[in-house]
């Protein structure tokens, strides 16, 4: 699939910067406006190229999108491979989601990925310098996309008038085969669109809206990153905090106070069950269980259960009553509330002699 040709008001540009270290996060631009040791940008009216926050944002946003990581290869090989007829080894990777922005540095390259020989070469410092390749809106100075980066040992290399020919044929600026401007105006609405996440029918007022929040954001980091690092360095005052094992204490404690409520609640309720003849001494194992899985439904079920007077009478009154032997011997009244109780008869019987 083909680069598009970027807008007619952007262009390429290369810039270095020497690097710290080979376990270090490379600074690919820095903070503020910039320009390259010959002067340039010429075609910027502040003659300046521009790097900030916002600009950042979108920027990371491009390259997260990436399906490829960008190579640091060798003095620019990349662009001249195809004119000298070299091979471009890769002296090292950047993923595009590990780019980061530091407010008042510039956006760096958290993670390279360095092959051996190219780790080596910079530890020995035999390689110092780094040099991004860019688009830039010529109208503001502002950094678009990153392209791709170098080592080298020649900062006078951004100077030569080769370099953005060389990276506009590399990326296809000045393809003949590329699409009519009206191609690529719809072809990087439709990317922009991917970009930001919006429906594929997004209007004009859906971007400039997404813009703008990507912008906001972006403006807000700086102040989230300060607070973040603030909070960091507070500790937490013990008047407003309660250690952990007080709060575990104090909840088994209401859980223990909870189940003794219950426990007299459902007591009450079983043993006034029991002496009106609401519950069978059958029942009584089964009410409690009940009363203490749902305290509200025990209440209920003995709300609507009449009272038998034969059964509390046989319960309440101080006298011997004899006790059937047989479930034959059951009278009328204990067999019609063993049937609304839906217990057995034989249960009954069997509760009576205990």
Not at 37 to 54: C, F, L, N
Not at 279 to 286: F, M, S, T, Y
């Amino acid at each position: 699939m083909k680069t598009n040709a970027p807008h007619p008001t952007t262009a390429f540009a290369a810039c270095t910067f020497e690097i710290q270290a080979a376990n270090d996060a490379l600074q690919l631009f820095p903070a503020g406006p910039f320009k390259a040791r010959d002067g340039r940008p010429h075609d910027v009216a502040s003659g300046h190229w521009v790097m900030d926050a916002s600009i950042a944002a979108q920027v990371m946003a491009r390259a997260a999108a990436r399906k490829t990581h960008f190579v640091i290869d060798y003095e620019h090989q990349t662009l001249n491979s195809e004119k000298n007829g070299k091979p471009a080894p890769a002296a090292g990777w950047i993923k595009g989601v590990e780019l980061e922005w530091r407010e008042g540095h510039g956006l760096f390259a958290t993670e390279p990925d360095w092959t051996s020989r190219g780790s080596d070469y910079i530890k020995s410092r035999e390689y110092r310098y780094l040099s991004p390749v860019f688009t830039y809106d010529t109208r503001t100075g502002a950094v678009l996309e990153l392209l791709h980066v170098a080592l080298t040992n020649y900062p006078a290399l951004d100077g030569m008038d080769s370099l953005p020919a060389l990276a506009a044929a590399r990326f296809q600026l000045a393809d003949p085969a590329a699409p009519s401007a009206e191609e690529n105006q719809s072809v990087n609405r439709e990317q922009l669109i991917a970009l930001l996440g919006l429906a594929s029918d997004a209007t004009d007022e859906d971007i400039q809206t997404a813009l703008t929040t990507v912008k906001g954001n972006a403006d807000k980091l700086p102040a989230i990153q300060e607070q973040l690092a603030a909070a960091k360095t507070q500790s937490a005052d013990p008047a407003k905090f309660v250690p952990i094992g007080v709060v575990e204490d104090l909840k088994k404690d209401i859980v223990a106070l909870k189940s003794d409520q219950v426990g007299r609640a459902v007591d009450e309720l079983v043993q006034a069950g029991l002496s009106d003849g609401r519950l069978l001494p059958a029942q009584e194992k089964w009410a409690r269980e009940l009363g203490k899985d749902n305290v509200a439904a025990l209440k209920t079920y003995l709300e609507t259960t009449p009272a038998i007077a034969a059964l509390k009478g046989q319960q309440t009154q101080d006298r011997k009553v004899e006790v059937p032997t047989t479930v034959e011997q059951l009278d009328a009244v204990a067999l019609a509330v063993c049937k609304a109780m839906g217990v057995e008869p034989a249960d009954y019987l069997a509760t009576l002699k205990a």
